[in-house]
């Protein structure tokens, strides 16, 4: 069978299985992970399709070089770094993947607050020190306790699901909508989750409302001490409010798999980063809870599939 002219171009690392299906429904790409935004922005113009992950950031100026790009399809959850509202504006669809790495994310930020109520990454430390101390590391259950979930998309609804053995009330709210209530978590005002929260977890998108949502008045609303984390996305975190609150006691506990900064060397430049690095009560992870194993697989074949199906749509419709 002989291929139509390259039509999609892949400039990330991305699973097998997305190459393997394309194969086999005759769908002509180019694979060329290890390609610049430079390189990339000269040849664009051949493709109708373009498959990214966190590479390069695809703006305005990328898309006005692109006159036959239809769609853009990236192999992650967040579209963050793309010009959506542009987009939009040249009529390019947007395609993503959250199903593939919602379960990863769901159990990664559960693992991370088991760790940090009950004193995993500090007793870690200590014992690989020289100390045994039990009593300073005597931990805090899950049990009895309520946990918030900003946002109640994939990740959010994962995270539901991951602790429902755990006897905890599950409350969520979310800005964009409503009657989202189901057998794992109920639908909450931001007053209600507010007088509640023993934890704190956000699974929302970075936008021009949450870039640094939570800040120092954010923050001091919880009318209790919480855990927070945060697997979503680090911009929107405000660092030294979280550490205030921290040494004020006002959060007992921080997990991040995100950060406003991200990879050395820019990230150890930052005023933040080494009394982050400091805090007993702080777990870190690179950006990594949606990146297991299964769901590199899951990503690629979720991903695949909506492009096989954007492009039969594509031609019934001319």
Request: no cysteine; glycine share 8%.
């Amino acid at each position: 069978m002989t291929k139509l002219p390259a039509r999609l171009l892949i400039v990330d690392d991305i699973h097998p299985v997305f190459a393997e299906k394309l194969t086999a429904k005759n769908i002509a790409f180019d694979y060329l992970p290890s390609i610049g935004k430079e390189e990339a922005l000269q040849i664009i113009p051949r493709y109708n399709g373009l498959v990214i992950r966190s590479k390069f950031k695809v703006d305005a100026a990328f898309m006005d070089a692109a006159p036959q790009l239809t769609f853009i399809a990236r192999g992650g959850a967040g579209m963050d770094n793309i010009d959506e509202a542009h987009a939009t504006k040249k009529g390019i669809a947007l395609l993503n993947a959250p199903e593939g790495n919602r379960n990863a994310v769901g159990e990664h930020m559960v693992g991370m607050l088991l760790g940090l109520m009950n004193n995993l990454y500090r007793g870690n430390a200590e014992i690989r020190n020289g100390l045994w101390l039990r009593e300073a590391n005597r931990g805090l259950e899950l049990a009895g306790r309520t946990v918030a979930l900003i946002g109640y998309g994939n990740n959010g609804g994962a995270m539901a699901r991951k602790l429902a053995g755990f006897d905890v009330k599950v409350i969520a709210y979310d800005k964009y909508k409503t009657g989202f209530s189901d057998e794992y978590a109920t639908e909450a005002t931001m007053e209600e989750v507010v007088q509640q929260a023993d934890v704190v977890s956000l699974h929302i998108p970075l936008t021009a409302d949450s870039r640094g949502m939570v800040d120092a008045a954010y923050l001091a609303r919880f009318h209790k001490p919480i855990f927070f984390l945060n697997g979503a996305r680090g911009e929107i975190v405000q660092i030294p409010a979280l550490l205030a609150a921290l040494d004020e006691g006002r959060v007992l506990g921080a997990a991040f798999d995100v950060l406003p900064i991200e990879k050395f060397p820019v990230l150890a430049e930052q005023s933040w980063f080494e009394p982050l690095m400091a805090h007993e009560r702080v777990a870190l992870s690179p950006h990594v809870a949606g990146w297991s194993v299964e769901s590199y697989f899951k990503i690629a074949d979720v991903l695949v599939e909506k492009i096989i199906a954007h492009l039969a749509a594509e031609a019934s419709a001319t």
